[in-house]
């Protein structure tokens, strides 16, 4: 893991913006999920109204804006202290002007921000920096088995502590939690957009803990954490991890991918690191979600803990014979859990050719994180 504190790197940021802070239109009502991931009505319990939240700094009619960061130009402070423009992370989201192609800069100081979050549709191209990886923490405690307002499980979508709709997010130096104990599938982020990108952020959680949900969208993770043990990086997205640490905490499965069949890639790490205090030989690499899903694990260290068949089918009689359709490769990894000559006879370890055309640009489609351009 690289630096824990807040810092600017690798990604050259080129739209800046100062957005008025009060008479900002607030988040309506966003589409929810159930537990079989079919669309059902919620809102997020935002104000119908225009005026700042309650808690805010002065706005500006009343005052001066809250001082900038280390000088930094951010246009949106949020500080449980007060000193800042919002007290919490949803009233910031709320004040994003909406439907714009310009970068909003939100600076999220150092505290543990217990709030379950929406950033709706219409709020693109919003960056989230936190002041400490390790301390600025937004955090929830749902889980699929609670019983929600209608008297039904709430269910693994509507477990997420954060749900990410609008496009071009980004996030630095931030840890997204889902704090439930581990009696069933809790989402500590949900994403359903694209072109998402996360630097040196950590991801805590057991079973789901990363939620790439968004069919056809990329997704990017660059010098991360995450941990979990079922499941916890599971999706339809395609998502590329590069110099990630992926902790495993009990036995289990890491990735459960689920892209369509007409989607080129899937899940791709690349130079990652493959930890954890399961007991040896018992995690799997990853298993097929559904029939199509693809996993890549290029250039990984790997610990004792993985299974040396390293994929599971996930039998599921009625998505037919999942080893003829799903697709989990290998090359060059490294460690005592990489043991090609014991691997699942329907995976693939690739040729030196065949890794190389593993690039970024490939994976993701034209689209480069670093850069926020798209050929």
């Known amino acids: 893991m690289v630096d824990s504190t807040a810092r600017e790197s690798g990604w050259e940021v080129f739209r800046r913006r100062v957005i008025a802070l009060g008479g900002t239109g607030l988040l309506g009502a966003v589409a929810g999920f159930s537990g079989n991931g079919e669309a059902s009505p919620a809102t997020n319990g935002s104000p119908e109204t225009t005026e700042p939240p309650a808690g805010d700094r002065d706005d500006e009619e009343g005052g001066e804006k809250a001082d900038r960061p280390n000088g930094d130009d951010y246009d949106i402070v ?8 919002y007290e919490t992370v949803q009233a910031a989201i709320d004040a994003v002007q909406p439907d714009t192609s310009e970068e909003t800069r939100v600076y999220i100081t150092e505290g543990r921000y217990k709030e379950k979050l929406e950033l709706p549709a219409d709020r693109t191209d919003v960056t989230f920096i936190g002041e400490n990886v390790e301390e600025t923490v937004l955090t929830y405690d749902d889980h699929a088995d609670k019983i929600g307002e209608d008297g039904e499980e709430i269910g693994t979508s509507g477990s997420s502590s954060f749900f990410v709709w609008g496009d071009d997010f980004t996030a630095r130096n931030i840890t997204f939690e889902n704090a439930a104990e581990p009696v069933a599938q809790a989402v500590a982020i949900r994403i359903d957009a694209d072109r998402v990108a996360f630097e040196n952020c950590r991801f805590l959680g057991n079973q789901d803990t990363l939620y790439n949900f968004g069919r056809r969208t990329r997704q990017y993770f ?45 899940f791709v790490f690349r130079d990652c690191d493959v930890v954890g205090d399961a007991p040896s030989e018992s995690v799997y690499l990853g298993r097929p979600w559904e029939p199509y899903g693809r996993t890549v694990y290029i250039d990984c260290e790997l610990g004792d803990h993985i299974r040396p068949r390293g994929w599971e089918p996930w039998d599921e009689p009625e998505h037919g014979d999942k080893t003829k359709t ?9 460690g005592p859990g990489y043991t090609p000559d014991e691997r699942a006879d329907w995976s693939h370890q690739l040729s030196e050719t065949v890794a190389a055309e593993y690039t970024i640009e490939n994976v993701l489609d034209g689209w480069d994180p670093r850069t926020r351009e798209e050929r």
């Open 222 to 266: 660059e010098d991360c954490y995450i941990e979990g043990d079922v499941d916890f990086i599971f999706g339809r997205a395609t998502a590329f991890f590069e110099d990630c640490e992926i902790r495993c905490t009990d036995e289990g499965f890491i990735a459960a991918p689920a892209q369509p069949d007409d989607v080129e890639h899937g």
């Open 78 to 85: 949020v500080a449980q202290d007060g000193s800042g423009d």
């Open 326 to 334: 799903a697709y989990f490769a290998e090359y060059d990894n490294s």
